[in-house]
């Protein structure tokens, strides 16, 4: 601004002027360079978790585990599978809503650091969908397993059959038959998900996501929380996403993937974030006013971000001793 400031004002010309100026620029154009590197390179506060959503007793067992000097992969195991076994929360693991037939099918995956993942889809009877997901990564040579594969490999691991229909959960699906009305509710539980990226003190990444997914869902419905890349994505130099919302229009973006690699041109993880949603907002014909979608993204320099379509989506970080929810910014604002 400087430069076209002075050429603007200038009234003298002449080699010496065009040099000078020249340099002027070269040297502006370097410390700014220069400043930036600092700020890239600046360490990060660490370790450090988010989360979707207000979920303090999952971000605290994270933290738990990386004040530990964990690594990040079991934070986010841990820190999921509290809400998993929270029966009050009726979008993830045991009491999530069921689908339209009444059976609770779980949805769910992991990545680390090294860019290895695993997945279930339409698990059944298992509360620890995450855990299943972690064992299809690490000592299976698949990325995925569904149904009765999934539920199947469970009971081989060790894990017991448990009926995750809930009394409280029963009873909201019996109010529900009477219209049958199918109708995402904005940020109601009925299509929520939990998803976990965290930064160990060695600097590593790592995530995961689970859900019950929509609520009243057709039968075999898979959303976007178990697929890399829509759900979830980890790159360890880079960064990680994690979703939540409406999980068809995120497949429909390839929603973590997108705001990875907008981190990797240079944006910041709130930037990247604020882009990914836009891309669904501005695609022709959205129906973006009657759906929810919300994404949380964190950097390799410790940077978070967070962004949604509607108001009252919300993050939930720990870093620095500090467990709080923080409110999204969103861009339906009227």
């Known amino acids: 601004m400087k430069r076209r400031k002075f050429l603007k004002n200038a009234s003298l010309t002449g080699v010496g002027l065009a040099v000078g100026t020249s340099l002027s620029s070269c040297?502006?154009?370097?410390?700014?360079?220069?400043?930036?590197?600092?700020?890239?390179?600046?360490?990060?506060?660490?370790?450090?978790?988010?989360?979707?959503?207000?979920?303090?007793?999952?971000?605290?067992?994270a933290w738990e585990i990386l004040q530990q000097g964990g690594l990040a992969l079991d934070a986010v195991e841990q820190g999921c599978k509290i809400e998993e076994a929270d029966v009050k929360n009726q979008s993830v693991g045991k009491g999530g809503l069921p689908d339209r037939d009444g059976n609770v099918t779980l949805d769910a995956c992991i990545m680390d650091k090294h860019g290895n993942c695993g997945s279930v889809?339409?698990?059944?009877?298992i509360t620890h969908a995450v855990s299943i997901a972690r064992h299809v990564m690490e000592n299976t040579p698949h990325v995925m397993l569904s149904g009765k594969g999934a539920e199947k490999y469970a009971y081989e691991l060790g894990f017991k059959?448990?009926?995750?229909?809930?009394?409280?959960?029963?009873?909201?699906?019996?109010?529900?038959?009477?219209?049958?009305?199918?109708?995402?509710?904005?940020?109601?539980?009925?299509?929520?998900?939990?998803?976990?990226?965290?930064?160990?003190?060695?600097g590593d990444i790592s995530g995961a996501c689970t859900t019950s997914g929509l609520a009243y869902k057709m039968a075999g419905?898979?959303?976007d929380s178990p697929?890399?890349?829509?759900?979830?994505?980890?790159d360890n130099q880079i960064g990680g996403c994690v979703a939540t919302g409406m999980g068809e229009e995120v497949v429909k973006t390839v929603?973590?993937?997108l705001v990875v690699e907008l981190m990797r041109q240079g944006k910041s993880p709130q930037e990247a974030c604020e882009e990914a949603i836009n891309r669904i907002v501005s695609k022709p014909n959205s129906d973006y006013k009657n759906f929810q979608v919300?994404?949380?993204a964190v950097n390799k320099q410790g940077k978070t971000g967070s962004f949604a379509i509607h108001q009252w989506f919300s993050m939930t970080k720990f870093q620095d001793n500090k467990n709080e929810n923080i409110q999204s910014n969103f861009v339906i604002k009227a």
């Open 255 to 257: 929603g973590s993937f």
């Open 121 to 125: 889809v339409h698990l059944q009877n």
């Open 294 to 296: 919300g994404y949380i």
């Open 27 to 61: 040297n502006e154009k370097a410390s700014e360079k220069n400043k930036a590197t600092q700020t890239t390179s600046k360490k990060a506060s660490l370790p450090l978790v988010i989360a979707t959503w207000n979920v303090p007793n999952a971000t605290a067992k």
């Open 227 to 234: 697929i890399i890349g829509s759900g979830l994505f980890i």
């Open 161 to 202: 059959k448990e009926n995750l229909l809930t009394e409280s959960s029963k009873k909201a699906w019996e109010k529900w038959k009477i219209e049958s009305k199918y109708k995402p509710i904005i940020n109601i539980e009925n299509h929520d998900t939990i998803g976990m990226l965290a930064i160990d003190k060695n």
């Open 221 to 223: 419905r898979v959303g």
